[in-house]
């Protein structure tokens, strides 16, 4: 449906900062917001963020409030999460998304990228 492509991803010291890029492509699949999950190891998969596409509005898990970021580029169909204050217990495989805020929610997104591991040492 739609294809994500993620990147961005990779090692940071705690307190630091990182930002997670998300290209969407697809057959004309028009979802009505992005969104970003995380699976740490043993753990569910755990909503991050969601924006949506035409008015840009944002949700956020309580966890990341005031820390992260999302973000989107209609023009480039670029989706954003830019991550400060990282914190050790963060680290996980971090998924890109596309759906409705209430697939986001629900975390059944219509679309999923591959993941890309954020890993935050202390």
């Known amino acids: 449906q739609v294809h994500l492509v993620e990147s961005g991803g990779g090692l940071v010291q705690a307190g630091g900062s990182l930002t997670l890029s998300c290209a969407a492509s697809?057959?004309?699949?028009?979802?009505?917001?992005m969104g970003w999950f995380r699976q740490a190891p043993g753990k569910e998969r755990e909503f991050v963020a969601a924006i949506t596409w035409s008015g840009g509005s944002t949700y956020y898990a309580n966890s990341v409030k005031g820390r992260f970021t999302i973000s989107r580029d209609n023009a480039k169909n670029m989706g954003y999460l830019q991550m400060s204050s990282l914190k050790p217990e963060e680290t996980a495989v971090y998924y890109c998304?596309?759906?409705?805020?209430?697939?986001?929610?629900?975390?059944?997104?219509?679309?999923w990228g591959q993941g890309m591991q954020v890993t935050v040492s202390s």
């Open positions: 998304a596309a759906g409705t805020i209430a697939s986001m929610i629900h975390r059944t997104p219509d679309s």
């Open positions: 697809g057959r004309t699949f028009n979802p009505s917001a």
